[in-house]
């Protein structure tokens, strides 16, 4: 551990980061893919198209922006990775934005034909809260994994975000049968707060899950003068 860096990511990591949101975004329906390709009927190879257009694109507070991903670096190599950003109190929230870039890839009319998918995953899909920290697209190459990585990520994100900002809670949203990761989060101080309060029939024959659930850790404490001067 001593010997990676953390950076973050550039356009020379694209292909890395690409394949860390592939790995991150599985269902855990056989051959269903990513929750992209489920949900909006894309194949592999229109899904890492979507998924370059998009990390390649200038937008900011969502979890396809590439500004936001943190690496570990391993003599220049990534190993591990994760993004992060500050959930908007007030424009769009980060949901929309990745609607709108989906939207715009496919099209009105074949997004059209994906209505009921899309609803059922509205039905289901966690309400992040705004203002605050959302880390998600964990991953850590299969060599390097047991060492925490993931950890040494979330503390990395966490430090970060909290020496600019007045944050103060962070919060991991997941789907319901990744219990292995939950249990990790939670070993690192992160508390359930929150689940798919019903199942979705549309949304688990489609990705085999029954939902999400998010995990909120409290990360700072403010004062009223800390909170009234903005100084942290």
Request: with cysteine; charged share 15%; proline share 5%.
């Amino acid at each position: 551990m001593n010997h990676l860096q953390f950076a973050p990511a550039s356009l020379q990591h694209l292909d890395f980061v690409v394949h860390a949101v592939t790995a991150a975004e599985q269902v855990p329906l056989s051959g269903a893919g990513t929750m992209y390709e489920a949900i909006y009927g894309l194949d592999p190879s229109e899904f890492r198209a979507f998924a370059v257009e998009a990390l390649s694109g200038e937008h900011f507070g969502n979890p396809l922006s590439l500004a936001g991903f943190r690496l570990l670096l391993d003599a220049d190599k990534p190993v591990a990775c994760c993004t992060q950003w500050v959930e908007s109190e007030g424009a769009a929230p980060s949901g929309t934005t990745v609607a709108m870039l989906m939207s715009r890839f496919l099209g009105i009319s074949r997004l059209r034909s994906r209505a009921s998918f899309i609803r059922a995953l509205a039905a289901v899909a966690p309400k992040r809260t705004a203002g605050s920290l959302q880390l998600e697209s964990f991953f850590v190459a299969p060599e390097f994994r047991g060492a925490g990585l993931a950890a040494a990520l979330t503390s990395y994100c966490i430090s970060e975000t909290t020496a600019r900002s007045t944050t103060t809670h962070a919060e991991i949203s997941l789907l319901a049968e990744n219990t292995a990761a939950a249990r990790a989060y939670r070993s690192a101080g992160f508390e359930s707060f929150w689940h798919t309060p019903a199942n979705d029939p549309l949304f688990a024959e489609r990705t085999g899950s029954a939902g999400f659930v998010q995990l909120r850790r409290t990360i700072q404490t403010l004062t009223p003068n800390t909170e009234a001067s903005g100084d942290q």
